[in-house]
């Protein structure tokens, strides 16, 4: 009988260096780091000074620096609304949110304007922003070649 035991590393579906600003009441980051996307969650990396400033992974629940919480409990606390589930998959995935509400298609993405809720949210071309204007909340990513 064998028994095999080590380390294995999940191997990303996806990677992509990014530029990250977010803006809001308990977070404030500028800095670049790393999304990677696998096949049942996403991790983004952020260093500053070459230091690991931020983890957030993304599964079934949403977990920033070891620290996990619901995704709608995370979403009262982070966009000081319960929104839906998955709004900060969406978002990094660059996916239309709310379903597709409002969404118009551009000549390198899309936009949506959602006026009900103050949120305009737009992806062009390597290029994410999120500006919710109610809760003065602003994600705004870039790919990085």
Do not use: W
């Not at 509400?101 to 999120?130: N, P």
Request: hydrophobic share 40%.
């Amino acid at each position: 009988m064998s028994v095999f035991s080590g380390c294995a590393t999940l191997s990303s579906e996806r990677s992509q260096s990014i530029t990250l600003l977010i803006k809001s009441k308990n977070l404030k980051i500028n800095d670049a780091g790393f999304i990677h996307f696998y096949k049942n969650y996403t991790n983004l990396q952020i260093y500053a000074s070459g230091k690991n400033i931020l983890d957030l992974r993304i599964k079934d629940q949403i977990c920033i620096n070891g620290a996990c919480d619901d995704k709608l409990v995370f979403n009262r606390k982070f966009f000081l609304s319960s929104h839906y589930a998955e709004l900060l998959e969406d978002i990094l995935n660059q996916n239309p949110i709310y379903f597709g509400a409002d969404l118009i298609t551009t000549s390198c993405g899309f936009e949506q304007i959602i006026s009900k809720i103050s949120v305009e949210y737009k992806v062009c071309d390597g290029k994410m922003s999120f500006v919710d204007q109610k809760n003065d909340i602003k994600i705004i990513m870039k790919e990085v070649d």
